[in-house]
C-alpha cells in the first residue's frame, strides 16, 4: 500500500456495543486534499452525527488516497470489512483515466502524483491534424496574452480556437473564465458545463446542491478549489448534508425536537 498517498486516522480494532461505525473510502476529495482529514467532510459528518444523537458513539474513519482509482480500493474495501463496519462510504470516479495501467497492478503511476501531470490527460478531438494542433496551440496562445489586456478579444480567439477543438476540456473553461470575468455569467454556463462533461473527472450526485448555493447557478470558487474537490465549506455542508438525509432515511439517525420527541421520522 502506498501509505505516502494516505492520512493518518485510527479507531478501535472492536466495534464498541453504542458505536455506530463508518469508513469513507475514496481519493483525495474524500481525503480532504490539499488541507486534511480534520476538515475533509468525514470530521464534519462525525461531528454533526454526534451533534445530532449524542447517545450513540459515532465514528467516521478517513480512507482516501490521494489520485485512488475505484479499482485501487478494493483491497482497503476487503480490509476494512473486517473492522465491523455500520456503513461505508464510497466517493469515487474521479480519478479512472490518470493512470498508465496496461495490466491492472495493484500499484500504478497516476499522473497526477507528478508535477505537470494533469496536461497529460487533456483530451483533443479525434483526427486533429498537427496543422490544426500548431493552429490550436498558437490561438490558446494569443488569447492568454489577451486576457491581460482585453477579455473581450481573448473570447474571440478561444472562440476560433473551438472551431479547430471543439472536446477540449480546458479550453472550454478557459473560454467559461473570460465570460466569466466580463460579467457575461449566461454565456459562461455553456461552456463550463462542456468542461465538466467533457472532462474526465466530472462532478455527480451533489451538483445541484452545489448550484442551488452558487452565484448564478455555477458551482466555483466558494464551495470547490477545482474541478472535483471541495473548499472547507464545500466538506463541511454541501457533502455532509446527502449522508445525514440517507442515515435519516434508514432511520439511523433520529433528531430529536425541543419536547424531546423525534423531529423526523421516516416509516420502514
Given at each position: 500500500m502506498r501509505w505516502f498517498g494516505f492520512?493518518?486516522?485510527?479507531?478501535?480494532?472492536?466495534?464498541?456495543?453504542?458505536?455506530?461505525?463508518i469508513f469513507c473510502l475514496g481519493g483525495s476529495t474524500v481525503q480532504g486534499s490539499p488541507f486534511a482529514i480534520e476538515t475533509a467532510f468525514s470530521t464534519w459528518l462525525e461531528l454533526s452525527l454526534q451533534a445530532a444523537e449524542p447517545k450513540r458513539q459515532w465514528e467516521v474513519v478517513n480512507c482516501g488516497g490521494v489520485s485512488y482509482a475505484s479499482y485501487r480500493l478494493v483491497p482497503i474495501l476487503e480490509e476494512v470489512l473486517g473492522y465491523e463496519p455500520d456503513l461505508i462510504i464510497l466517493y469515487t470516479g474521479?480519478?479512472?483515466?490518470l493512470e498508465d495501467r496496461p495490466e491492472l497492478e495493484s500499484e500504478v503511476d497516476?499522473?497526477?502524483?507528478?508535477?505537470?501531470?494533469?496536461?497529460?490527460?487533456?483530451?483533443h478531438r479525434d483526427g486533429l491534424t498537427p496543422e490544426e494542433l500548431k493552429r490550436w496551440k498558437?490561438?490558446?496562445?494569443?488569447?492568454?496574452?489577451y486576457q491581460s489586456t482585453s477579455m473581450y478579444q481573448a473570447t474571440i480567439v478561444l472562440e476560433e480556437a473551438l472551431k479547430i477543438d471543439d472536446q477540449h476540456a480546458g479550453l472550454h473553461y478557459l473560454a467559461a473564465k473570460c465570460y466569466d470575468a466580463l460579467g457575461r455569467s449566461d454565456q459562461a454556463r455553456r461552456p463550463y458545463l462542456n468542461a465538466?462533461?467533457?472532462?474526465?473527472?466530472?462532478?455527480?450526485?451533489?451538483?445541484?446542491?452545489?448550484?442551488?448555493?452558487?452565484?448564478?447557478?455555477?458551482?466555483?470558487?466558494?464551495?470547490?478549489?477545482?474541478?472535483?474537490r471541495p473548499s472547507i465549506p464545500g466538506h463541511q455542508g454541501m457533502e455532509v448534508a446527502p449522508i445525514i438525509l440517507v442515515l435519516l432515511l434508514l432511520g439511523?439517525?433520529?433528531?430529536?425536537?425541543?419536547?424531546?420527541?423525534p423531529a423526523f421520522i421516516y416509516p420502514l
Open positions: 492520512r493518518p486516522d485510527g479507531f478501535a480494532r472492536e466495534n464498541g456495543p453504542k458505536e455506530f461505525r474521479h480519478n479512472e483515466f497516476a499522473m497526477l502524483e507528478y508535477r505537470g501531470g494533469l496536461e497529460q490527460y487533456h483530451h498558437a490561438l490558446v496562445a494569443e488569447a492568454a496574452e465538466k462533461e467533457l472532462d474526465i473527472c466530472p462532478l455527480v450526485d451533489v451538483r445541484k446542491l452545489y448550484e442551488d448555493l452558487s452565484d448564478s447557478g455555477i458551482p466555483g470558487g466558494y464551495l470547490l478549489l477545482d474541478h472535483v439511523v439517525l433520529v433528531i430529536l425536537g425541543s419536547s424531546g420527541a
